[in-house]
């Protein structure tokens, strides 16, 4: 039956449109069947919907009557348009090489009421089939078409329910790409490379789905100085994420004005202030690390003002771990006349500084505990002298071993100056 | 981490020294406005000082924090005092951290707080 009508194809293509429909539960329709076959006292009842050369019973009553029976007679009733009566079978010529009618069961009697969809096609019908030849009454047969209704408003009602959950979750999926393609722009897709410095950053986001506000960056400034950034945003979603754009261009841009650490931290002060001046509770504010690096014989001098954030960890050469942390520094866009706190430390060769975020130090150990800068640091000593590469492995592996302890994203921003190379046995000088 | 402890504020005020709100659960994005929504019905005043025991409280997120700082932030316009009590040491510690320590006023528990107001 592949070259249906232009009518059939019509009713086919009504029918593939409820087609996942009728399977997802058979419970109301089971009930359907069971009433109808009540209504008329008779032994068999199914729903049926006829597909392009298939009787799909959906609901059953009773023995499930042979198949060649509900494809002659269901089928029929649908080419019939209408409500459908077979009194006797014996005497009908559609039923005539029933092996239902002939065989077991014996039916004989057959009534059937269309389903039809709001525009008119027929998807099948409600049977009612009994083994004595009989009649319909009229009342027996209003009922049916009811029933048969009844089907058709629960189809109804499972398609636009369909449709919901399929529209809510495109609009899900698109609000989500969106959120992620948003946070991949806060973040640099790359560092760049900074001579005899090392720099290796990552981002372990607690769910795929939601995006955290946490930021970082190492990008030239005047002369042969470089500027980094690390820090959080309060909040999540797609207003974290805008506040976090503006507080990456606000740090980089004031560090071009005035890379003075701790003017840059009170110029995006400034900036967050007048964002939410007379704006709704509660205030979007930040913390963050910023630092610039200034090279200095076979290091760096480093330049640290701090508003609000966790210490940044350095792992010495000698594997000792120790904060390079200004006391006092406060968060940032929120207080009045907040104080940003400013150190200076040196990083020499075999060196290396870890900058994060609180979604690490704020994890909860096994024991219950919060990690904290304690934790950290001791998990940094043991792991010993390392590289920026080295430090971002060691912290993802504590990330893993802390697993379902972490409820917050983390970012890590690690630099390191390689050890000083050197010259094997002979203790000539090397070239410098 | 799910944060499903919830959040109970009550405010008391009792015929002689400052009121108290006792904050319980759990302070986040969901639970926060509740808190913010009696804050915001306490006045202030000089000598209309307010002691917030939080010893019952068992997370606080970036929106519970701002909003600790804007009602501080308020009752210090208006000359009264608002004063924090029995933060558990993890919180205590984040305070610290975003030093907040320097801010608001920190009290192992609500009677010192008292006792502090009326020094």
Known sequence: MSLASPAEASRLAAV?????????????????????????????????????????????????????????????????????????????????????????????????????????????????????????????????????????????????????????????????????????????????????????????????????????????????????????????GADAAALTSLVRYTLRAAAVYDADPHAVLANLDAVLQQEHAGGEAPVPYCTAVFGV???????????????????????????????????????IGILRNPRFAQVSARLNAGDALLLYTDGLTEARTPSGSMLDEDGLTAYLAAAGPTSADDLLTTVHDLITALGAGVSDDTAVLALSVPPATRTPSSGSLGAA | MQHDNGLTVSLQSPTSGPRLLVVAGDLDHHTTPRLRAVLEEVEFGPGADLVVDLSGLTFCDSTGIATLVAAHQRAADAGAALLLAGLDSDIARVFQIMGLDQLLSLYDSPEEAVRALSE
Not at chain 1, 40 to 54: L, N, S
Not at chain 1, 310 to 317: G, I, K, N, Y
Request: hydrophobic share 45%; charged share 25%; glycine share 12%.
């Open chain 1, 16 to 236: 593939r449109r409820y087609a996942a429909l009728e399977t997802t539960s058979g419970a109301a329709f089971d009930r359907v069947a069971a009433l109808a076959a009540r209504i008329f006292r008779a032994p068999f009842a199914t729903v049926t919907i006829v597909g392009d050369d298939t009787v799909r019973v959906i609901a059953a009553h009773g023995l499930p009557p042979r198949r060649g029976l509900v494809e002659s007679l269901c089928a029929a009733a649908v080419r019939h348009g209408g409500p459908y009566v077979v009194e006797d079978a014996w005497l009908h010529p559609e039923a005539a090489g029933d092996p239902a009618v002939h065989g077991e069961p014996g039916i004989r009697f057959h009534a059937a009421a269309l389903i039809t969809t709001p525009d008119g096609e027929a998807l099948g019908s409600v049977n009612v089939m009994d083994v004595r030849p009989r009649e319909a009454g009229d009342e027996e047969l209003a009922c049916l078409r009811d029933l048969a209704g009844l089907v058709m408003d629960e189809l109804e009602v499972r398609l636009a329910t369909q449709r919901t959950v399929e529209v809510e979750r495109e609009l899900r999926a698109g609000a989500e790409r969106l959120a992620r393609t948003l946070q991949r722009t806060l973040l640099p897709p790359a560092l760049p490379r900074v001579p005899g410095l090392r720099a290796a950053a990552a981002y372990h986001p607690v769910s795929a789905d939601e995006v955290g506000g946490d930021f970082y960056d190492l990008f030239p400034l005047d002369g042969d100085r470089w500027g980094f950034f690390l820090g959080d945003v309060c909040g999540k």
């Open chain 1, 293 to 331: 690096l200034q090279p200095d014989g076979d290091g760096f001098g480093v330049t640290l003002a701090t508003g609000g954030h966790p210490p940044a960890l350095a792992v010495r050469a000698n594997g000792a771990v120790e904060p390079i942390h200004p006391a006092g520094g406060q968060l």
